[in-house]
């Protein structure tokens, strides 16, 4: 690595899976167990079968 290269740092981000029929998306990180929740509103909704979130 050069001088003028820096690291660079892997920024996780949430799990963005849409309510069905909503805008809301899931707060919780990559790969979570269980269902989604949207953390501002507190609203859960069941994981799909399938989804690899």
């Not at 690595?1 to 690291?7: H, L, V």
């Not at 269980?34 to 909704?45: E, F, I, L, S, V």
Request: with cysteine; glycine share 6%.
């Amino acid at each position: 690595m050069s001088a003028a290269e820096k690291p660079r740092t892997h920024i996780s981000a949430p799990c963005w899976t849409a309510e069905p029929d909503d805008v809301l998306h899931c707060t919780e990180p990559p790969g979570h167990d269980g269902d989604h929740y949207h953390a501002y509103t507190r609203t859960q909704w069941p994981r799909r079968e399938g989804e690899t979130q």
